[in-house]
Every structure is written in structure tokens, then in C-alpha cells.
């Protein structure tokens, strides 16, 4: 995240946290709930640009209040400095298409390769990823030695 989204990011959470609406659903004990219920997390500093804009949208009734709003995985993966980049998340997709791999293949792999299963690759982090990459790349090799051999 640059020096100026940073700045950006803090202005959203100051207008949000000082907007008529936000004090009303504060001094009910209910903002919690009400991210979680749009969000799926608990805390406004968890949540992208993006969906900070739109809950000061539904806080200005510039849109309509939606429950279930999908997730933006890349936009709060910039907030954490220890999550997949794009170009992990690219490279594992590319390695998994040479593969011939389908998605459900690719997460059982990562399952074997971290410990659990995920959803999709958005929630890992630059370690977990590394250890995917890795992972692929070795069955690639092996798939190239059982070609030649053949």
C-alpha cells in the first residue's frame, strides 16, 4: 500500500467513524455485527479501500444496504504485509494450469502443502504461498522426468 492510500485509508475510517449513521449503530453495540453481517469481519481496519467507500456509500444512503457484499481478498490483502502478492497468486495459477490441473485439484494440493483446506488462495500468506510454489515446481520436474522417460 503507497504513502497516499494510507492517508486516504485513515480519512475513510475518520468519516466513518464520525458519521451520524456509525454513532447510531455504535451506541447500540451493533457495529460489529453490522460488518460482520456485510463483511464477514468484525472491524472496519480489516476491510479494503473499496469497501470502505461503500460503507460510507450505504452510510449516505448513496446505495442500497446489502447483507452478504463479496468479499475484496486482494484489496484487504494490501492492508497485511504478509499476504500472498499477485505475482505469487499468478505464478501458482500458471504452474497449476501447466498442470492441467482444475481448481479442486489446486486445493487439495495446497491442503496437502499447508495443513488445511482454503477457499481460495486470497487467504494465504507469503510463506504459505511460497511453500505452494515450491511444491508445484517439484511436481513439475517430476512430470518433465516421467515425459522423458517415457
Known amino acids: 500500500m503507497t504513502k497516499n492510500q494510507e492517508i486516504y485509508r485513515k480519512q475513510l475510517l475518520a468519516r466513518i467513524h464520525t458519521h451520524p449513521q456509525y454513532k447510531i449503530i455504535k451506541d447500540n453495540d451493533a ?21 470502505l467507500n461503500k460503507i460510507l456509500d450505504i452510510l449516505n444512503n448513496k446505495c442500497e444496504d446489502e447483507i452478504d457484499l463479496k468479499p475484496d481478498f486482494a484489496g484487504r490483502n494490501m492492508i497485511k504485509s504478509d ?58 520436474k517430476s512430470e518433465v522426468k516421467k515425459r522423458n522417460k517415457a
Open 83 to 140: 499476504k500472498i502478492t499477485t505475482k505469487q497468486n499468478q505464478k501458482i495459477y500458471v504452474l497449476a494450469n501447466e498442470l492441467c490441473w482444475d481448481e479442486m485439484k489446486l486445493l487439495r494440493f495446497v491442503k496437502r502443502q499447508i495443513g488445511y483446506y482454503v477457499l481460495t488462495l486470497k487467504t494465504l500468506s507469503k510463506k504459505q504461498a511460497n511453500k505452494v510454489i515450491i511444491g508445484l515446481e517439484a511436481v513439475m
Open 31 to 51: 457495529w460489529g455485527d453490522w460488518l460482520s453481517v456485510r463483511f464477514g469481519v468484525s472491524s472496519s481496519k480489516e476491510l479494503s479501500l473499496k469497501e
